[in-house]
T-cell receptor, first 115, second 111 residues
């Protein structure tokens, strides 16, 4: 079965650079979520999109932005990177907001290292 | 607000020992409860879940029962193996469809 695809798997950037992380949800899933997991930390919710509109916002820094496109894939754009942005970034997808248990699936994550 | 409190680790057990990782939650209403496992360098994998009170989730010998009266969802396994070494996250999902995770419990099983 198709899963949530994230790219790239690993990314190394220098301070003050920008990074773009991509997430391809499970086919027919219409909702995408982004989480950030720092070293030794639990995943923290950043932002979610339903039908290409932002649906919920968590602890996402102002330097980050995200969007969901017409094909439902999502991109997380990170600017002015800081060392503290080094983390594992998870994407998850599900079908239709309001049914939280319906197929909520995590991707394998993108490991971002800022040097 | 909604939150999850999880037993702190790390936990070290000998192979075939009994495992319990405590998890309690705070939520208005009745969330769905989950256990996720994360192996070194990998993503989050769903281990088991329960969607209503008294439900028991089970998978790969792990079990957890949704206890509304004690707002708990403790993870248990009768006989752990070396391959169970990982970090275990308790989580809930309720309003807004975002997960709230516990802080994770690192388990190391030694032969």
């Amino acid at each position: 079965a198709a899963g949530v695809i994230q790219s790239p798997r690993h990314l190394i950037k220098e301070k003050r650079e920008t990074a773009t992380l991509k997430c391809y949800p499970i086919p027919r899933h219409d909702t995408v979520y982004w989480y950030q997991q720092g070293p030794g930390q639990d995943p923290q919710f950043l932002i979610s999109f339903y039908e290409k509109m932002q649906s919920d916002k968590g602890s996402i820094p102002d330097r980050f932005s995200a969007q969901q496109f017409s094909d439902y894939h999502s991109e997380l754009n990170m600017s002015s990177l800081e060392l503290g942005d080094s983390a594992l970034y998870f994407c998850a997808s599900s079908l239709r907001i309001g049914t939280p248990n319906y197929g909520y699936t995590f991707g394998s994550g993108t490991r971002l290292t800022v040097v | 607000g909604d939150s999850v409190t999880q037993m702190e680790g790390p936990v070290t057990l000998s192979e075939e020992a009994f495992l319990t990782i405590n998890c309690t939650y705070t939520a208005t209403g009745y969330p769905s409860l989950f256990w996720y496992v994360q192996y070194p360098g990998e993503g989050l994998q769903l281990l088991l879940k329960a969607t209503k009170a008294d439900d028991k989730g089970s998978n790969k010998g792990f079990e957890a029962t949704y206890r509304k009266e004690t707002t708990s969802f403790h993870l248990e396994k009768g006989s752990v193996q070396v391959s169970d070494s990982a970090v275990y996250f308790c989580a809930l999902i309720f309003t807004g469809n975002q997960f709230y995770f516990g802080t994770g419990t690192s388990l190391t099983v030694i032969p």
